[in-house]
């Protein structure tokens, strides 16, 4: 019998993975057509000017929910940020970077003499600002949802360097089936929004919870909302957050297209940068340090064979 515990156990996990899938699961991430310049090999780097807008569509989208606590405005300036330039080897002596950083206004944690709030301009030293005072308030802003910190979002979703969690971040951004959604009079006579599907064996009709939109690769279960066979249930689930990248939305500084899939793959970059800054700079050592190991194998090779060339083993 203890031969067959692991067997067991085995296709419990696999009659579990099924059924979840029959439930929706969520659909695998895919990266970009052109793919990630940090995934390629040897030490593949991040696409700089794609980083730069990257920040450009944080600013002004994203950052009006999601916060970034763990990066301060210098690191932007930093060796392998966007903004590095080599004449301002400190980041907080970078003048973009000032000039980015007061752009926005921060409260001081510091009251004024009689202990009022006191807003200032952000310095670099400052970590980027939260949109919110804290997690009650913005679940309060948000239907009760918690909007996460994007500090270390790609890490939280992927692998790291082969870009599983730049690609989930891009797929759910261009995932969404706006375009798709049609409207219908509900049993309370409300209008509900709906999403047919006629594809392979998914046929049915998606119903879209109010204040929630569906998406193919955010994880989930749409079964309740299925009216079709549910062993066929949509990939995906329901998130509160509506889609935030219709083409056009921000107004590019290098003059680049706007598109959907142009704005996600840059923030994408962006967020693959700042989950892990000193990326670009350790990639870059990478082949250095592999020469100097394999030489080093070689000299110690030789060394042995020197050394124990009179003794015998």
Known sequence: MKLFRPLLLGLGAMALGLSAQAAGGAKHAHAPE???SF???????????????????????????????LLSYRNLGEPGGPFYYDEYSNANDNPL???????????DPNPDENGDPVYRPAIPADTFRSPYPNDNAAKAANGG???????????????????DGASYVYSLMTGYKDDKI?????????????????????????TQPTGLYYNPYFAGDTTPQWDGDPRHAPYGGFLAMAPQLPDGRVEYIDG???????????????????????QGQRKSLALPVMLYLVLLAILLWFSYKRIWRNVEH
């Open 256 to 278: 680049t297209e706007a598109t959907t899939s142009q704005m996600a793959y840059d923030v994408a970059n962006f967020l693959q940068w700042a989950g892990d800054p000193k």
């Open 182 to 206: 049609k409207t219908k009079v509900g049993d309370d006579g409300l209008n509900v929004n709906y999403i047919d599907f006629d594809e392979d064996e998914t046929v049915g009709t998606l």
């Open 39 to 69: 995934a390629k090999v040897p030490a593949g780097q991040l696409d700089k000017e794609s980083v730069q807008r990257g920040f450009q569509v944080y600013q002004e989208v994203c950052s009006s929910c999601h916060g970034m606590k």
């Open 97 to 107: 970077v000032k000039a980015l950083a007061a752009e926005i206004e921060i409260l």
């Open 145 to 163: 949802a918690l909007p996460p910190d994007l500090s270390v979002i790609t890490k939280a979703r992927g692998h790291g360097a082969d870009g």
């Open 34 to 36: 052109k793919g990630w």
